[in-house]
């Protein structure tokens, strides 16, 4: 196995080891692979619902959604942050580790090419069973990240969290001296159309300047901050994943009001793209 993961039984850090019988740790913890083809290295501490994770609507709103192909021009922008080596000239090829992977869009869009160091880690099962079929080549990981990254100290070179939740603290230890993570926060004008519709205002909020703070905790330094902006036009099915994806317009009357679009509306997508080093 490219990457060193670590047993996630409480109170036991060993690596894993991969055999023919699954993953073991010198504790003798075992770990048997899905038939999907990811690892669950899920423990009964994490579990706070019996479907841990994003609601399975959720997970499939997103996924649609992403297969519309609306945030290719995303993907385009982080492209030039994405490792291709750990140094000039070099013909070694960085691992990657993308923390609250989803359904795997991204980290596929991104990464391609690099399927046997690229890691996905999620909560829902949902999301790494959709993942882990759709590009198998790639090592796929349930497990809840924010409790516990289950990698070795200083064993990850790059980080990748598109927005999703980040565990600075977790999110430094793994990464080696001079690795980098990018991330990726909802810009002021996202969607900012549709939730004017459903709550009759459209509050503006960056996100980005408190994210270099957090993680200027944990010595991940800023050295890039770049916004991505994008207009589509949504059908109603679009809209209500749009929504669902987002958590957003959760309440009856926002929801109605929602419904009440009929036809195609023109609509804004925004990120707050930055890059850090360690």
Not at 23 to 38: I, M, P, V
Not at 39 to 61: F, H, I, N, Y
Request: hydrophobic content about 40%; some cysteine; aromatic content about 6%.
């Amino acid at each position: 196995m490219t990457f060193q993961l670590r047993c996630t039984v409480r109170n036991c850090t060993h690596l894993l080891v991969q055999n023919e019988r699954g993953l073991t740790c010198d504790s003798g913890h075992h770990f048997d692979q899905a038939k999907e083809g990811y690892w669950s290295l899920l423990q009964p501490q994490d579990r706070k619902s019996k479907t841990p994770g994003d609601a399975e609507s959720a997970v499939l709103a997103r996924h649609r959604w992403l297969q519309r192909g609306h945030h290719g021009g995303l993907v385009e922008a982080l492209q030039p942050w994405t490792c291709k080596a750990l140094a000039p000239g070099s013909s070694s090829v960085p691992r990657t580790i993308d923390l609250g992977c989803g359904e795997g869009s991204f980290g596929r869009a991104l990464f391609s090419d690099q399927a046997s160091s690229f890691c996905g880690i999620d909560l829902s099962k949902k999301a790494i069973k959709i993942a882990s079929r759709a590009w198998p080549d790639a090592t796929w990981v349930l497990a809840n990240a924010d409790r516990f990254l289950p990698v070795a100290d200083e064993s990850v070179d790059q980080v990748i969290s598109l927005f999703g939740r980040r565990p600075v603290a977790e999110i430094g230890r793994a990464l080696a001296n001079n690795g980098t993570c990018i991330v990726a926060v909802p810009g002021e004008e996202d969607l900012i159309e549709l939730r004017e519709q459903a709550q009759e205002s459209g509050h503006r909020r960056s996100r980005w300047e408190m994210v270099v703070e957090e993680m200027s905790s944990a010595g991940l330094q800023c050295v890039e901050h770049k916004q991505w902006k994008h207009q589509v036009d949504l059908s109603p099915d679009a809209v209500a994943d749009a929504m669902a994806m987002t958590y957003r317009a959760v309440r009856h009357s926002q929801q109605a009001r929602l419904d009440a679009i009929t036809t195609e509306i023109k609509v804004t997508l925004s990120a707050d793209l930055i890059l850090f080093r360690r």
